[in-house]
């Protein structure tokens, strides 16, 4: 679905990341916004089938190539990635989701998890591991999980966090202030026939999580309610 004509444009956008030459591009850019919008579609088809994205439209999941720069020291005007979440609602749905990330050289990934958390979700994290840790070492322990995800991402804490013991069982989860979980995809893998397969294939090792992260952080509140 996505050719290495995708790849090589964004290796050369690196070089070259000025409104100029993306000027002079432009067709260029919209070929290759042409071939992630087909992958997306596709994947919102398939990825529809196991998880819920009712109502989810392509234009809803991808992220614009357009640099924020006005409160940026960094005044580079272009992402030299293409990105986008499949989720329900898309990439605005404040939800865990699936994010896909083209980058030329290796870069490329499929990652989710625990990135940003607000300090309610990451106490109620906390307080998942404290009282039924068991739920998410099940899933990340997996070994299929484990071999598709092989480490960790994110930040900890330095420190015991505030109201845990120093010796608590599962310190080092709770210290966890990101828990983010990613597999990369050489550009022979991003440009093959079967590239949105290998991203589904890795989606549905990772939905436990999200799941797990998506029920503490909004759906378990809606049930007390």
């Known amino acids: 679905m996505l050719e290495p004509s995708t790849l090589q444009f964004l290796s050369e956008l690196r070089e070259n990341n000025n409104r100029e030459w993306f000027a002079e591009n432009k067709v260029r850019y919209e070929a290759a916004k042409a071939q992630l919008e087909a992958l ?27 640099r924020d720069i006005r409160f940026s020291k960094n005044k580079v005007p272009y992402k030299t990635h293409l990105a986008f979440a499949i989720g329900p609602g898309g990439k605005s749905s404040g939800r865990i989701d699936f994010y896909i990330q083209i980058e030329p050289g290796g ?76 597999h990369k995809y050489s550009d022979r893998e991003v440009t093959s026939p079967d590239f949105g397969e290998k991203l589904l294939e890795g989606m549905r090792i990772l939905k436990p999580y999200t799941d797990f992260l998506n029920y503490i952080f909004f759906d378990e509140e809606e049930e007390e309610d």
């Open 107 to 182: 870069e490329s990934f499929l990652g989710g998890g625990m990135w940003d958390p607000t300090p309610g979700q990451l106490a109620k994290f906390r307080q998942e591991i404290d009282y039924n840790v068991h739920e998410l070492k099940s899933i990340i322990e997996d070994p299929v999980f484990k071999a598709y995800y092989p480490e960790v991402w994110g930040e900890s804490l330095k420190t015991v966090p505030k109201g845990y013991a120093k010796d608590h069982p599962e310190l080092e989860l709770l210290k966890r202030k990101q828990m983010f979980f990613m």
């Open 40 to 66: 997306v579609e596709y994947l919102l088809k398939e990825a529809g089938k196991f998880t819920d994205l009712e109502n989810t439209k392509v234009k809803d999941c991808i992220f614009r190539i357009y």
